[in-house]
């Protein structure tokens, strides 16, 4: 997870940075939230462990580079008509309520009856 | 006051006192605010030199050096010259123009996604939407550029931000100035492995220069009795002459350092990113040695999984913390013999007088020639590894060139970046006859602006790094790289208003160089190279120290 300043650019010096330092992303997502941007990558970080977060903390505007622990749970639904993913819910605390969020929306999303 | 005119202002502030650029359509504002600036403007003929002589400047002063040019081709024409500065961490401040706000985005005339383009190859870059934004793009660009690992920062101006009013309270914003990332915890487990290494050595790279950490990194060479090897970024840290000192390592580095490196049991490398070409092949390092790596760039601290210490810090500032921890003074040892006996048995068995002209023999002369003070720089290729190779520096910063880049072409303009901030130096440039036929036209600016530099062109009518590589690797055969129809340099050097001479004998050089040191006009030695030498020893690349061909290399 990054967060940094709400700036022109950011998102893109990051995904430019993980492409420099050869980093597969599999899934992005990205929220302004007030004066801050928080990016969430879902990435296989090879062998890079902490140098990556040095490396994404060297960027100018970015505060905080941190892998999210275990119990940080983000919940993904791929759209049925574009085939895009798109993230749901995520949070580091009372995965259940989380949980249940994701599948409110889901069901939302999928006009499910529970 | 006016976007463009707050711009200057900011600069004159910062220190700025000289400017390489090239105008244009969306930079017209800003060279109209120029008049009235204190900064000198160097008008260059392409802006790739404007860069590198920004670059160049830099490099020589530790200063930022600020460079500029108009919106779309003018932009990209900055590129290599951004990128070159970016590699080698060169603090630089690149203004450029760009389309009105208006126009952004619909591929106006002369717009390119600048902002975008430099993103990659600039420590950080600010696309200037609002004139209450100026003041802090700049101070904190500024800044930026200047601290920590140093870089190129990126400003693009629309057109009509230069001319609109930048609000007073405006320049009374604050910026956020984040804490460097810093940590000299294991300093006494380092000193402890150094005080009881017995086969200490010293590896420097760019980053000791840039924190100008010479005098400390000689009293720890001195105190430990370690040599010092050093990349080709950081020639010059410690005197070439002094004891202690083994050159330059790296592909083209001498036999006897790399057996140094290999025979060291303790190394510990100052900001240095053991690159590919330099200490990156370590297969031939035994599993025994103990690595110790300061950097001021986390993201590059322990890059290589084999480091025992991680200090992240300013070299300097390591150094001296290490110093503070030893107690005693190590004296002779058999170490200290050893690397006696390596540095005695390193030697390239030449006969300088020979003809054609050996390369090794005009920087013999150079040698002999040149004042202390003196500044030299290489383009890229064969002549800037026999320059790496065999010049005798005596200070850092005297040795300027594109090392992790290798931008042909960086020389001549970089030399007169240099020469721009040292007037009363003699600055050389030693380059190729391809390389200086990518910026030839700058003679027109080196006599325009009085910067009298000494341009010695390694003729030998080929693209001579890439040839060998084609005669060492691919069977000897050649492609692409004869330089037939080379010009008259000298007649075209006249013609700029310049002067030269052409040298084809080893007993004309010494005359020639001291001829352009004192011709007070930009001056042009065309030397007639053997086309047959080549840059040796060498290590192949990919392949570890076993594998050196020696060529004239006498160690064994």
């Known amino acids: 997870m990054i967060i940094g300043e709400r700036s022109p650019g950011l998102v893109q010096r990051v995904i430019i940075e993980l492409g420099r330092r050869g980093i597969e992303s599999e899934k992005m997502f990205m929220v302004h939230e007030g004066d801050k941007t928080k990016i969430i990558v879902e990435a296989n970080v090879g062998k890079m462990n902490g140098r990556l977060l040095h490396a994404l903390m060297g960027l100018q505007d970015v505060e905080l580079a941190e892998y999210i622990h275990e119990d940080y749970y983000c919940f993904w639904k791929c759209s049925p008509n574009t085939t895009s993913e798109f993230l749901i819910s995520c949070g580091e605390e009372n995965p259940s309520e989380i949980q249940k969020l994701a599948e409110e929306y889901i069901c939302k999303y999928e006009k499910c009856e529970n | ?556």
Not at chain 2, 173 to 184: C, L, Q, S
Not at chain 2, 262 to 285: C, K, P
Not at chain 2, 407 to 426: Q, R, V
């Open chain 2, 1 to 556: 006051m006016k976007g463009s005119k707050a711009v200057f202002s900011l600069l004159e502030k910062e220190g700025v006192e000289v400017m390489f650029g090239y105008p244009g359509g969306q930079s017209l504002q800003l060279y109209d605010d120029l008049i009235d600036s204190s900064i000198r403007h160097v008008l260059v003929r392409h802006e790739q030199c404007a860069a590198h002589m920004a670059d160049g400047f830099a490099r020589a002063t530790g200063k930022v050096g600020v460079c500029t040019s108009t919106s779309g081709p003018g932009a990209t024409n900055l590129v290599t010259g951004v990128a070159t500065a970016y590699v080698d961490s060169s603090p630089m401040m690149v203004l450029t123009g760009q389309v009105p706000t208006t126009a952004l985005g619909n591929q106006a005339f002369q717009e390119a996604d600048s902002f975008s383009i430099m993103m990659p190859i600039t420590k950080h870059n600010f696309r200037i939407l609002d004139p209450s934004d100026i003041p802090v793009a700049v101070r904190r660009g500024m800044s930026i550029a200047s601290s920590g690992r140093k870089g190129p920062v990126h400003i693009d101006l629309p057109s009509d931000i230069q001319k609109i009013e930048v609000p007073e309270e405006a320049f009374k914003r604050t910026y956020r100035t984040p804490t460097a990332i810093e940590d000299f915890s294991k300093i006494s487990e380092a000193v402890k492995i150094l005080m009881e290494s017995e086969r200490p050595l010293l590896l420097v790279g760019g980053g000791a220069v840039w924190a100008g950490a010479g005098p400390e990194i000689i009293k720890l060479s001195e105190i430990l009795m370690a040599p010092v090897a050093t990349t080709i970024m950081a020639k010059g840290i410690i005197p070439e002459t002094h004891p202690l000192s083994l050159g330059i390592i790296g592909m083209h580095g001498k036999v006897g350092v790399r057996k140094a490196y290999l025979e060291a049991d303790v190394i510990l490398a100052i900001g240095t990113r053991f690159s590919d070409r330099t200490a990156g092949a370590q297969s031939g390092l035994s599993p025994s040695t103990k690595l110790i790596q300061i950097d001021i760039d986390p993201a590059e601290a322990s890059k290589l999984a084999r480091t025992q210490i991680r200090l992240v810090g300013d070299a300097r500032k390591g150094v001296t913390s290490i110093l503070n921890g030893l107690s005693i003074q190590k004296k002779e040892s058999a170490w200290t013999r050893r690397i006696k006996e390596i540095q005695d048995a390193c030697n390239c068995n030449i006969n300088i007088m020979s003809a054609p002209i050996l390369p090794q023999k005009v920087i013999h002369d150079l040698n002999e020639t040149l004042d202390k003070g003196a500044i030299v720089t290489t383009d890229v290729g064969q002549n800037q590894m026999w320059v790496a190779h065999f010049l005798k520096t005596q200070n850092p910063r005297q040795f300027i060139s594109s090392g992790g880049f290798g931008t042909m072409g960086f020389g001549l303009p970089a030399a007169m970046g240099a020469k721009c901030a040292f007037p009363d130096e003699t600055v050389i440039c030693v380059t190729g006859d391809g390389g200086i036929q990518m910026v030839f036209q700058e003679f027109a600016t080196a006599v325009s602006e009085n910067l009298p530099v000494v341009v010695c062109v390694f003729n030998n009518s080929w693209l001579g790094m890439v040839k060998q590589w084609q005669k060492l690797f691919n069977d000897k055969r050649y492609s692409g790289t004869h330089l037939s129809g080379n010009p008259d340099f000298v007649k075209l050097a006249q013609a700029y208003g310049a002067d030269g001479i052409c040298v084809e004998k080893p007993s004309e050089i010494k005359e020639a160089l001291q001829a352009g040191y004192k011709a007070g006009v930009p001056y042009l030695i065309d030397l007639r190279i053997d086309p047959e030498e080549d840059v040796l020893p060498m290590i192949p690349p990919g392949d570890g120290p076993a594998t050196i061909i020696k060529g004239r290399c006498t160690w064994n």
